[in-house]
């Protein structure tokens, strides 16, 4: 069983800068693929970012290409979001995922992770 725990959201102006982590427990991540969701206010949960388990390739969704960039520190269990040039429309919150699955794809889809944290609430105002 892994929990995962998100931290780094907060309130920041458009066109500032947060860095999202995610700390995993309970055994370790470095087979795992890992990505980054998020949920806007009445909108349905969407992918953002994915990452191979040994951070050699990523993947991210269009909205966020260029502004965003998914990495990961398997010796500490860690996966995070350099999050650049925010727009109010990347408010949401934001969830860590793990696939489960040693050695899996660059997923975007959420039935294809099996864990996820609790979220961690980004705002941008204008």
């Known amino acids: 069983q892994v929990q995962l725990v998100e931290s780094g959201g907060g309130l920041v102006q458009a066109g500032g800068s947060l860095r999202l982590s995610c700390t995993a427990s309970?055994?370790?991540?470095?087979?795992?693929?890992m990505a980054w969701f998020r949920q806007a206010p009445q909108k349905e949960r969407g992918f953002v970012a994915s990452?191979?388990?040994?951070?050699?390739?990523?993947y991210y969704a269009n909205s966020v290409k260029g502004r965003f960039t998914i990495s990961r520190d398997n010796a500490k269990n860690a996966l995070y979001l350099q999050m650049n040039s925010l727009k109010p429309e990347d408010t949401a919150v934001y969830y860590c995922?793990?696939?489960?699955?040693?050695?899996?794809?660059?997923?975007?889809?959420?039935?294809?992770?099996?864990?996820w944290g609790q979220g961690t609430p980004v705002t941008v105002s204008s």
């Open positions: 990452i191979l388990w040994n951070g050699a390739d990523t």
């Open positions: 995922a793990l696939d489960g699955v040693a050695y899996g794809d660059l997923y975007n889809r959420m039935t294809d992770y099996d864990y």
């Open positions: 309970g055994r370790a991540i470095n087979r795992d693929i």
